[in-house]
């Protein structure tokens, strides 16, 4: 692997400082100053390694979409059968990033996309990447038998995370518990695709609680 030379690290320090700040202080505090106090830098320093705020704002927005996709991955393994993976994937989703402030930073800046194009961007791909996981694994249960769709796959897909996006919203906020929220979109899944729901929720719990 090439070594990163002192620019590409200190940007790196940079967006972790504004992940920092925003998961503490929230979006609205994650400014400029704040984020370069946070650096141990000062204001116009940083911006000789980012040209704006919102620059350094998308950077550690896109970072933490990154993260949460990659913990999303790691929850998966080849030997999985496809319900092992649906349960896997729903763990991670609803829990991956709890621990991190990864998902708190996303919804933090979620938003902003109202406005802030580039920020809708980040949010739509992410969007669009945990749909195509949950596709693929619908895609494989149909195929070995395992799952019997009700609607279309796409539409499964999108429903189930729609329903995590709100739902990590209430765990975030505290208005639910995580074990309430992973029986819930287990029950929601294995209503969509055919499949028993306690023997999914059992494989869910397994998965979380490890």
Known sequence: MAKMDKKEIRRRDIIAAAQA????????????????????????AVLYYFGSHSEIVAAAVSASSDRFLEKLAEALEPDMSATARLAAVISAGTTAGLDDDVSRILYEYWPHMLRDAQQRGIQ??????????????????????????????????????????????????????????LDLMGSLAAALLGINAETLCGLIRARAGK
């Open 21 to 44: 700040v925003a998961a503490r202080d929230g979006a609205e505090g994650a400014t400029l100053r704040a984020i370069a106090a946070e650096a141990g830098m000062a204001a116009n």
């Open 124 to 181: 739509e791909e992410l969007t669009r990447s945990q749909e195509r996981v949950y596709r693929d694994i619908i895609d494989a249960g149909t195929h070995s038998g395992e799952f019997s769709p009700l609607l279309d796959p796409a539409k499964i897909a999108r429903t189930l995370v729609a329903q995590e996006d709100g739902l990590v919203m209430d765990v975030l906020a505290g208005s639910a518990s995580s074990e309430s929220v």
